[in-house]
């Protein structure tokens, strides 16, 4: 099935992720949900492409770049990605990912996070603006995720693109039997709520300059 992609610039890109991404992607998960049990792995779910996919940030960085250093030296600290990032001919490396599983009209938000130094920069917003974007193109009308009940942050994010909570699953996050609080949006389709993603999308855009020109996902 077709996806819509946004136009990213100032060094940034989104792409689908494929299997030779999965090593990448799980240390990059490892790292970000190193506490939690209940995060899903990348590797197992790439087997489910035709309803499973990752959406994907890119930095594109010269060999020599500050940032690419710096990823090295933090890598002999914590052991992560030292020998993929110091053995591969690549310049690029991952800075945030989102994972979204569709059901027809109904879609799920399975897994998301970005990098840690990238934090700050809206990209996690952005990310979540393109799996909003692609389920519209692909007839979707409502997205559901799970999110710790302590994350206010992110909360507060998914309320401003209409998320509301629904529900909540006891003691979920098996690390520290964390509660996690069910968020849905519904009539994503409806032109109400499309204006209001355009809106926010030009908010983002004038803020962080990431966006290219954008379009319609219908």
Partial sequence: MKNFLLDIKNSYRIKIAVKSDSNEIAKLEE???SD???SVSFINEIKYKNKYHILLVREIFEKNNFIINLIKKLSKL??????????SPRSDFISGFIGVWFYEYE???ST???REFERGKGLGELLLIQAIYDVIYKGGKSISLEVRQSNYQAIKLYQKYGFHKVGKRKFYYSNNNEDAIIMTVNDIDSDDYKNKILYLINIHSQKWKLLGEIESPI
């Fill in 31 to 33: 790292s970000i949900f």
């Fill in 107 to 109: 879609s799920y938000i």
């Fill in 112 to 114: 998301f996070g970005v």
């Fill in 36 to 38: 939690d049990s209940n």
């Fill in 78 to 87: 914590k052991n992560i990605f030292s020998s993929q990032l110091n053995n």
